[in-house]
Each structure stands twice: as structure tokens, then as C-alpha cells.
């Protein structure tokens, strides 16, 4: 049984900077894609950042390039999120997920190809 838990979100000021972690267990860590996903009040759950099971692809939403960075540290089954020169905009509840399928090239930003979900973690960048 996947379990995917999210932490490290909070209230920061605009400007300012998070980590968000995500610890996975179940299955094993190494040979699945693992993304982020965020959704604000009043709107429908978006694609943020997608890692590959190796670690050696990225990919972005257009409006967190250049401020968030994914990384992973398979040795610890935990999944990144460094969110940077935050903006009220970034305001969500924030999940990370897994891929369904192993070994997948390349990645992919469809929330129907995560099938394992984490609780979220709520994001608020205040003004």
C-alpha cells in the first residue's frame, strides 16, 4: 500500500521561500516519476513540477520556471519542492503524487497518470 506524505508548507511573506517534502513508501521509490500538483480555492487542481524516477528529467508549469526546483533523493524515498520569490498567486493546497506507471519515458503532466496521492499540504503566501 502507497502512502505519500506532504510536509513543510506554511504561511510565508511574498518574496519569501518553502521546501515542501513528500516521504513515499509502498512500493518501490526508485522506477516511478513523481510530480506536484497544487489547487487554490475556487479552482481546479493544476500541474506544478514533474521529476523522472531517475532524477535526471524536469519539467514546469510556465508560471513556477525559474522559482521552483524538484528534486528527489531516492536514498530517502522523499520527493522536493523548492519554492522560491513566492507570490499570492502560489497560494494552494499543495500535493505530490506517483506515477502509475514504472520506468516511464517521458514524463508526464496528466493528473489520470498519478494514481497514489498524498493529503496536501496547505501553501499561503500573504501580501
Known amino acids: 500500500q502507497v502512502q505519500l506524505v506532504e510536509s513543510g508548507g506554511g504561511l510565508v511573506q511574498a518574496g519569501g521561500s518553502l521546501r515542501l517534502s513528500c516521504a ?29 524516477w531517475s532524477g ?20 530517502k524515498n522523499t520527493v522536493y519542492l523548492q519554492m522560491s520569490s513566492l507570490n499570492p498567486e502560489d497560494t ?5 503524487a506517483q506515477d502509475r506507471r514504472a520506468l516511464r519515458m517521458p514524463l508526464t503532466i ?9 493529503q496536501g499540504t496547505q501553501v499561503t503566501v500573504s501580501s
Open 92 to 96: 494552494a493546497v499543495y500535493y505530490c
Open 56 to 75: 535526471g528529467s524536469t519539467f514546469y508549469v510556465d508560471s513556477v520556471k525559474g522559482r521552483f526546483t524538484i528534486s528527489r533523493d531516492n536514498a
Open 110 to 118: 496528466l493528473e489520470s497518470e498519478y494514481d497514489y496521492w498524498g
Open 24 to 52: 513515499a513508501s509502498g512500493r518501490t521509490f526508485t522506477i516511478y516519476d513523481m510530480g506536484w500538483f497544487r489547487q487554490a480555492i475556487g479552482k481546479e487542481r493544476e500541474f506544478v513540477a514533474a521529476i523522472s
